[in-house]
C-alpha cells in the first residue's frame, strides 16, 4: 500500500512559477513509477509527466514540455513538479499518481492504481 499527500498548489499569475510535492509512504516507493496528472475544469484527466523508479526517464505531456520539470528523491519518499511559465491553461486539479505494476511509464490513468487527493492549481491571465 501506498499513500500519496499532495501540497504546494495555489494561485499564481500568468508567467509564475509553483513547485508541487509529493509525499509518499511506503518502502517499495522507490520501485514505482510517479507520475502527475491534472484535472481542468470540465474535463478529463490528463496526463502530465512521470519517472521511472530510478529517476532516468522522464516523458512530458506536449503541453508542458520545456516548462515543467518532474523529480524524485528516493531516499525521503517525494516526488515533485516544478512548473514554471506557468498559463491560464495550466489551471487544474494536480494529482501525484503511483503505478505497482514494474510494466514501463504509464501515460494513462488506468495505468496507476493509487492516487493523492489533489491540489488546487490557478494560474490568472
Known amino acids: 500500500q501506498v499513500q500519496l499527500v499532495e501540497s504546494g498548489g495555489g494561485l499564481v499569475q500568468a508567467g509564475g512559477s509553483l513547485r508541487l510535492s509529493c509525499a509518499a509512504s511506503?518502502?517499495?516507493?522507490?520501485?514505482?513509477?510517479m507520475g502527475w496528472f491534472r484535472q481542468p475544469p470540465g474535463k478529463e484527466r490528463e496526463f502530465v509527466a512521470a519517472?521511472?523508479?530510478?529517476?532516468?526517464?522522464?516523458p512530458y505531456a506536449d503541453s508542458v514540455k520545456g516548462r515543467f520539470t518532474i523529480s524524485r528523491d528516493n531516499a525521503k519518499n517525494w516526488v515533485y513538479l516544478q512548473m514554471n511559465s506557468l498559463k491560464p491553461e495550466d489551471t487544474a486539479i494536480y494529482y501525484c499518481a503511483a503505478d505497482s505494476r514494474y510494466a514501463g511509464i504509464g501515460t494513462t490513468p488506468y495505468e496507476y492504481d493509487y492516487w493523492g487527493q489533489g491540489t488546487q492549481v490557478t494560474v490568472s491571465s
Open positions: 519517472i521511472s523508479s530510478g529517476g532516468g526517464a522522464t
Open positions: 511506503g518502502r517499495t516507493f522507490r520501485n514505482y513509477v
